[in-house]
């Protein structure tokens, strides 16, 4: 199964199939954060999984290669942090500020490139380190009276995200994206799995505090069925969509219009939770979408390729 981009795919195909495939992700998102009320973290992880897996294997065609377990496992390990930190914070943190914190993904990911020698880091990506740490700064405003620790917890998850991103670039990047996500659904099986068993055993005294992570499983009722089937199938289509957008010609463009993540995130909060965002909110969003077109646009050269290659592996299995 060939993910390479391919000549004969557009450029005005590939914008609009990653606009609506990030406006699923952040869809994807909103699910999760409603779905929060009703059923456990850990039972997500499970159930939706359950329902993903068979749909992607019938994408694989009945083909699993792997070429590295070690690597892969470890790279589902991260990614399973990542999920945790992101949907840790859902419950307590609007979905714009989840996704701009989020967003300092690339930034991480040029750091830790020029730590392990991967790339080294040229003007135009040193000033987008810095214009997106500003526009994290504006996000969370650390300064301000409604600072919380729980708000640096994206930061956290785009850490993971850019670790993982580079460890696809550097040693799993002759894997298909679906024997990727098909690994990564099946690491988040387990790790529900055992913590589901651990909370039943601890029962924690806090638990009915944070139900949504300390919590046992609850009873799943139609509506709570029919979400974690709208999520799983959601799952499935952005595997495709990303996959296919970035098949385009000149995948820095689609990486581009990827940052769109940001306003869908925005309007899907808006519409699901009458979450306004603040201006300080949108200041920083804008300037950490100008930071990633900056890291993902302007700068062209051959070697920043894999970094794209690395982002499309990565992205195909969420």
Request: include cysteine; charged fraction near 10%.
């Amino acid at each position: 199964m060939s993910y390479a981009p391919t000549a004969d795919r557009s450029i005005t195909s590939g914008i609009v199939t990653i606009l609506l495939t990030v406006s699923a992700m952040a869809l994807t998102d909103a699910f999760v954060k409603h779905a929060s009320s009703d059923m456990t973290l850990w039972q997500i992880f499970v159930c939706r999984s359950l329902v993903a897996l068979p749909l992607l294997l019938v994408l694989a065609k009945g083909r699993i290669r792997v070429n590295s377990w070690v690597w892969v496992c470890v790279r589902s390990t991260l990614l399973v942090a990542m999920y945790l930190a992101i949907y840790a914070a859902i419950p307590v943190l609007d979905l714009s500020v989840i996704a701009a914190t989020l967003y300092t993904s690339p930034l991480f990911i040029v750091l830790l490139s020029a730590v392990f020698r991967l790339e080294a880091i040229s003007k135009v990506h040193l000033v987008a380190v810095l214009v997106g740490f500003a526009g994290v700064l504006f996000v969370v405003q650390p300064a301000g009276a409604a600072f919380t620790p729980l708000s640096l917890i994206p930061v956290i998850a785009a850490f993971f995200y850019a670790t993982a991103a580079v460890l696809t670039r550097a040693k799993c990047a002759r894997e298909a994206p679906v024997t990727l996500a098909i690994a990564l659904n099946v690491a988040l099986i387990i790790c529900g799995t055992i913590a589901s068993i651990a909370v039943s055993i601890v029962q924690p005294a806090i638990a009915a505090s944070y139900p949504f992570l300390l919590g046992k499983w609850t009873e799943m009722t139609p509506g709570s069925a029919t979400t974690l089937v709208i999520m799983a199938v959601l799952i499935v289509a952005i595997t495709v969509g990303l996959a296919r957008a970035y098949q385009s010609p000149r995948p820095q463009v689609i990486a581009t219009f990827d940052y769109a993540y940001l306003i869908f995130a925005a309007f899907w909060g808006f519409v699901f939770f009458g979450e306004v965002p603040e201006a300080s909110t949108m200041g920083g969003i804008f300037l950490i979408m100008m930071a990633g077109g900056l890291v993902l646009f302007f700068d062209r050269r051959p070697t920043n390729r894999p970094l794209c290659e690395a982002r499309l592996s990565l992205k195909a299995d969420e």
